[in-house]
Structure formats: structure tokens, C-alpha cells
């Protein structure tokens, strides 16, 4: 009994001692391990406040800036843990490390889709500059304005005053129309005419000159007034114009003061 009590103990002297000396031996590279680390921490905290900066004059977005300065923080801080890693000899753990990390990046993916086409096309979004916070555009059968533009969704007042979250992804992958960006809108409206009236042929000075006091026409494009169609005893009309497009409800308002213009000249002319 107690030489097998003493054999355990000579087994368990032994192992320490070897763990000793290994730990003794490994003192210097645990040392450079530390100081590597520490630098590359340290080296991770200055490129996420300089990340920072650089993505906030690029994109004036500061949830895309602090995004960015932590991703690459992040990318910093996992190659100074490796590399602390390899000079502590723990080729293995490095190796488990990164199967481990891209396993869990693959399922993630894949759970993850929407949210992951949501969060790209926020990105796309922010850099190439469509549209801004503040700007009037029409998506998805939507029109308002651009209230928060974020990594997942835009934020969008609509007209009537509906709050309306559209993802990323709906918005990068269809048409938009940004009004804000427009500064002229063409519109026409067509009517018809009695081709025997003796006045048809003094229709297009007559309608021109009933819109020269339309608000917010443009100044270098004068309206167009042309026949298009002749329909039985009918002539038919079309009248074009560029309205300055500052709000979809400017352009709305014009157009309905074009028509009451041409509504009064074709009465007072008995043309209708």
C-alpha cells in the first residue's frame, strides 16, 4: 500500500516538476506573447479611432463609421491573439481557432440571410449616395422623406404623414426616384377641341398665353401646346410644360392651377 502511495506521489512530483521547467523554458516567448499582445491592442485602438474619422468624412453616416471602426478593430485585435498564439508554440489552438470561426461564419450566413442582404445593401447604400436624410424619394410605391437612413432599413415619412420602415434590400434592388435631385418634371396634359371651331387655329396662342402666370415654371423652357390626334369632329390637344420639382405637392399644385388656367381659356373662347 505504501509503495503504491508512494509511486503516486513520485507520478505526481514528476508531472509538476515537468510543468515547471516547461513553464520556466516558455518564460521569454509567454513574455513576447504579452508584449505582442498589448501592442497589437493598443495598435487596434488607434486604427478604430482613425477608421472612424476616415468613414465619417467619406460617409457623414456616424452608425456606418462606428460600424467600420470596430470591424476593423475587432480584425486588429484576432491577428495580435494569433500571433501571440504562434510565438507561444499553440499551432493547434490557432488551428481550432479559425476552423471554429469559419464554421460559426457559415451558419450565421445562412440563418442570417435577409438580415445580411439588409445590412450590404445599407452599405452600398451609405457609400454611393442615392439619396440622403432630408430628401424627397419615391420606392416601393412609397413617396416621403428620407428621415434616418440605417444599416438594416430607411426611415420614410410619407406624404400623408405614415411613418414607413422599408428594408435595404427592397430599396438597393428596385427603382428609386429621387425628387430632391430633380430640379425640373415635365408634365402633359391632353383635351379635345371642336375642329370646327373658327378659333382652333388661335388655341396654341391662347393656351400659351394663359400660362404665362403659372407659378413655378421654368424659365428657359417655355410651355409646348401641339395637335396630336384627330378624333371625329375632335381635335386633340396636348399641352407640355417643365415644372420646377422642389416637392412632389409643388408639382401636384401646379398642375392642377395649369389645368383651371386652360379650363378658363377654352371657356371664355367657347371651345368647350
Not at 208 to 216: D, M, R, S, T, W
Not at 243 to 251: A, C, H, K, P, S
Request: charged share 20%; net charge neutral; hydrophobic share 50%.
Amino acid at each position: 500500500m505504501n509503495n503504491n502511495v508512494s509511486n503516486w506521489g513520485d507520478l505526481i512530483w514528476d508531472k509538476l516538476h515537468r510543468w515547471v521547467t516547461a513553464g520556466i523554458k516558455m518564460l521569454p516567448n509567454m513574455a513576447v506573447a504579452i508584449f505582442v499582445a498589448i501592442a497589437f491592442f493598443l495598435l487596434a485602438r488607434l486604427i478604430k479611432m482613425l477608421v472612424y474619422k476616415f468613414v465619417s468624412k467619406m460617409s457623414h453616416n456616424l452608425t456606418l463609421s462606428g460600424l467600420f471602426a470596430n470591424i476593423f478593430s475587432i480584425i486588429v485585435t484576432l491577428i495580435g491573439l494569433f500571433v501571440a498564439l504562434e510565438v507561444l508554440k499553440l499551432d493547434k489552438a490557432v488551428s481550432s481557432l479559425l476552423a471554429g470561426a469559419g464554421i460559426i461564419g457559415l451558419a450565421l450566413g445562412f440563418a442570417f440571410q435577409d438580415l445580411t442582404a439588409n445590412f450590404i445593401s445599407g452599405i452600398f447604400i451609405t457609400f454611393r449616395g442615392p439619396f440622403e436624410v432630408g430628401h424627397q424619394i419615391e420606392t416601393n410605391g412609397f413617396c416621403g422623406n428620407v428621415e434616418e437612413i440605417q444599416l438594416r432599413s430607411t426611415l420614410l415619412r410619407t406624404i400623408d404623414g405614415l411613418h414607413v420602415i422599408i428594408p435595404n434590400k427592397e430599396i438597393f434592388q428596385k427603382p428609386i426616384i429621387n425628387h430632391s435631385l430633380t430640379p425640373e418634371r415635365r408634365t402633359e396634359i391632353s383635351f379635345n377641341v371642336p375642329a370646327a371651331h373658327e378659333s382652333v387655329s388661335e388655341i396654341q396662342r391662347l393656351v400659351a398665353e394663359a400660362l404665362k402666370g403659372v407659378n413655378n415654371l421654368t424659365e428657359n423652357k417655355p410651355p409646348e401646346v401641339y395637335f396630336t390626334n384627330i378624333d371625329g369632329t375632335n381635335l386633340k390637344v396636348s399641352v407640355a410644360c417643365w415644372v420646377v420639382n422642389e416637392d412632389i405637392r409643388t408639382f401636384e399644385d401646379t398642375k392642377t392651377e395649369i389645368i383651371m388656367k386652360i379650363m378658363t381659356v377654352l371657356k371664355n373662347n367657347k371651345l368647350i
